[in-house]
């Protein structure tokens, strides 16, 4: 019997597996060595001191408390006497709970006061989480105010930039990290509008910086979360501030879309948010974790399933195609 001797087609067809088997491998070998990498971690916690601004509720709140059982030394930034106390009293003496305002400069000076009061001599800090942030006053565009916008921007943006600016000394006494909290929707615009746009800013605001600082030390890190049953998704308070916004717009206005467009709208929102906004929590909180410990941060971290599967699929096709998707099913006004 005569030994089959493979064709041109076969031999293309051979090599054309090979190849493809050959990249799926060097992939997965990178993978590996990219885990391995990033999982090197810092030592020393009981000698770090941290930052953390917003820490009343939520991913602040709960990254505080976590970084004090770790060990480390923790400046917990909150905007309520109530919320110090509490922490305070949860937490270990290596927490100092530090009242802050991030709209407020004069606030901003007093807490670095307060903080330069606790570090010991020549220490500078570890790591600046900015995660203090509001969704505003949602609704659409057209019936939102200049103050609306200038509410959330206050801070969202300018009061990270501020803060920042504050304690980049102690960051660059201390070779620090800045790690700044962005959104999914500061790379892919979504309402309401002047939360997205203050993402937006940190997005541009965080790389300028990372680009400024890097020759001097300090590194910059951004936090994309997904949604999140926070405050921010909170269903009955967005509906109310939704209303309430509505109420403020011109009477054109209000005539031309009808409440039963607000009715739409919020039927619309509710449904995004119980499809979208996810209660594990402590998925931002252990990568503000990874941020603060890893020998080698990443830059830029997207978190969440959402944030993986919905939001950055959003952001990398075509215009025309996330616009067409998005546009199915928004409320007409009348």
């Keep these: 019997m005569k030994r089959r001797i493979p064709t041109g087609k076969m031999c293309a067809s051979l090599l054309s597996f090979e190849t493809i088997l050959s990249v799926l491998v060097l992939l997965a070998a990178l993978f590996v060595l990219q885990y391995i ?12 001191y941290v930052l953390v601004t917003g820490c009343d509720t939520g991913f602040g709140y709960r990254t505080a408390k976590k970084l004090d059982g770790m060990g480390f030394n923790v400046f917990a930034a909150c905007l309520t006497k109530e919320k110090m106390e509490e922490l305070t009293a949860a937490c270990s003496p290596r927490l100092t709970a530090v009242a802050m305002n991030v709209t407020d400069d ?26 203090a942030g509001i969704v505003g006053p949602p ?11 200038e509410v959330t921007m206050k801070v969202n943006f300018y009061g990270l930039v501020m803060v920042t600016k504050t ?13 700044n909290t962005a959104s ?14 203050s993402k937006f800013c940190v997005e541009a605001f965080t ?68 499809l979208v906004a996810c209660p594990r929590l402590y998925e ?5 974790i990874h941020a603060i410990c890893a020998r080698y941060p990443k830059t830029r971290y997207v978190v ?12 990398t096709m075509p215009t025309w195609l996330s616009d067409f998707l998005m546009g199915m099913g928004y409320p007409l006004p009348g």
């Design 37 to 48: 990498y990033r999982g090197f971690k810092i030592s020393g916690f009981s000698d770090r």
């Design 167 to 179: 304690f980049l000394p102690l960051l660059r006494q201390g070779q620090g990290r800045v790690i």
């Design 207 to 274: 790389d300028v910086l990372r680009r400024e600082l890097r020759p001097l030390g300090v590194t910059v890190h951004t936090v994309e979360p997904g949604g999140y049953k926070t405050n921010i998704t909170d269903y009955n308070l967005a509906m109310t501030a939704m209303e309430k916004s509505f109420n403020q717009a011109p009477e054109d206005v209000k005539q031309f879309y009808g409440h039963r467009y607000v009715e739409k709208l919020s039927k619309l929102a509710s449904v995004l948010v119980y």
């Design 304 to 315: 969440g399933l959402n944030g993986t599967f919905f939001f950055r699929p959003l952001w």
């Design 284 to 288: 931002v909180v252990d990568t503000y």
């Design 184 to 197: 999914t929707v500061g790379r892919f615009a979504l309402p309401p509008c002047p939360y997205t746009m």
């Design 139 to 149: 609704g659409i565009t057209t019936w939102l105010t200049k103050a609306d916008y």
């Design 106 to 131: 004069s606030s901003i000076v007093e807490a670095l006061s307060v903080v330069k009061s606790h570090l010991p001599k020549g220490q500078g800090l570890w790591a600046l989480v900015n995660n």
